[in-house]
């Protein structure tokens, strides 16, 4: 009896060595797919097994494997996600998010790290940082398609994360643009509309670099299919992302306790908005320039939070990618 990972990253099983042969059959796994002998510890590609060898497996260098649909017409594919409805189970994202991180975490961390380094390197330059900001669509297109390629059992490497800069470029650079700019509008003419486009958008860049669908049309598709979800969604996101959350309302409490406390000591006046505005945002600068002095590490530790959390966080949205945009036959149970 064996054991196997799924495309989902969850383990099955027990399973006969004539059920996984049918699997293979049915292109549900294929030779790169994790395999064990129930009771022992070793997870090994599946063509390692002598019982298997005789098996024709899919070939690695085919984009679609382990039960992932075939490519389609934009039109065909978007019907078929809006037909097919699927449910969003917040736990089994999560837990195929750590099983992905767990197997590939070398390959993970050191792509996220390259990506997140080279975008914190590029915003700290001068007129450059607008790169940063801009290309967020095509850095993020490629890292995310490294995620997909480790969930699918396709064999990838860090170089993979640049590949949104040969990849259906321009889409990736629109995408990247159009979201940030409205999800903006929305944050500043009030927080809901924002945080609404913000989980709504959150497969739009996966969509243009998995999909080649266009910016509007993956935008479009990301939206419906994320607002059936969009609780379940959210809840994923903030669980993904706590740690870093959390820190970020302490220190959000930080900086209030800090401000109240200069308010009392008569060196911030809130009342100057009104009665002198050029002092009161000199007061504002200077409250700025203190509060970073006292708690310059606080910046630094929201940043490696952050940065900490992320692989497995798109890991688990990348999991609730596949459930979602990827209708396929039931995994092996």
């Known amino acids: 009896m064996y054991k196997i990972i799924g495309a989902d990253q969850t383990e099955y099983g027990p399973a006969t060595a004539a059920e996984i042969k049918q699997w293979v059959a049915e292109g549900r796994a294929n030779g790169q797919t994790l395999v064990k002998i129930e009771g022992q510890g070793e997870w090994k590609p599946l063509a390692a097994f002598p019982e298997f ?14 039960g992932a649909p075939p490519p389609q017409s934009p039109q065909v594919f978007t019907a078929s996600v809006l037909a097919a409805n699927q449910s969003l189970p917040v736990g089994a994202c999560l837990k195929g998010g750590w099983q992905l991180l767990k197997n590939n975490f070398g390959l993970l961390f050191s792509a996220t790290f390259v990506i997140c380094l080279l975008r914190l390197t590029l915003s700290v330059i001068p007129v450059v940082n607008i790169v940063a900001l801009l290309f967020k669509g095509v850095f993020y297109g490629g890292l995310y398609l490294v995620f997909l390629k480790r969930l699918r059992n396709q064999p990838a490497t860090v170089m993979d994360a640049f590949s949104g800069f040969g990849l259906n470029f321009v889409q990736l650079l629109l995408v990247g643009i159009v979201s940030l700019l409205l999800i903006s509008v929305g944050f500043l003419f009030c927080i809901i509309p924002g945080l609404y486009l913000f989980v709504a958008w959150s497969f739009a860049i996966p969509l243009v670099a998995d999909k080649q669908l266009g910016f509007w049309d993956a935008m479009e598709l990301s939206r419906q299919v994320a607002t059936r979800h969009w609780f379940q969604l959210a809840f994923l996101l903030i669980l993904s992302f706590l740690p870093f959350i959390v820190f970020a309302v302490y220190a959000d409490i930080l900086s209030l306790n800090f401000m109240y406390s200069m308010i009392h000591g008569g060196h911030f006046d809130p009342n100057l908005w009104m009665k002198d505005p050029a002092e009161f945002f000199k007061q504002v600068d200077n409250l700025g320039r203190l509060f970073a002095e006292k708690y ?3 910046a630094l530790i929201q940043l490696a939070l952050l940065f900490l959390v992320q692989p497995f966080a798109k890991g688990s949205l990348m999991c609730a990618y596949e459930i979602l945009f990827n209708p396929r036959p039931p995994p092996p149970a």
Not at 53 to 66: H, K, N, R
Request: glycine share 6%; aromatic share 24%; no cysteine.
């Open 53 to 66: 060898a005789g098996l024709t497996f899919a070939t690695s260098s085919s984009p679609y494997f382990a």
């Open 296 to 298: 310059s590490y606080l």
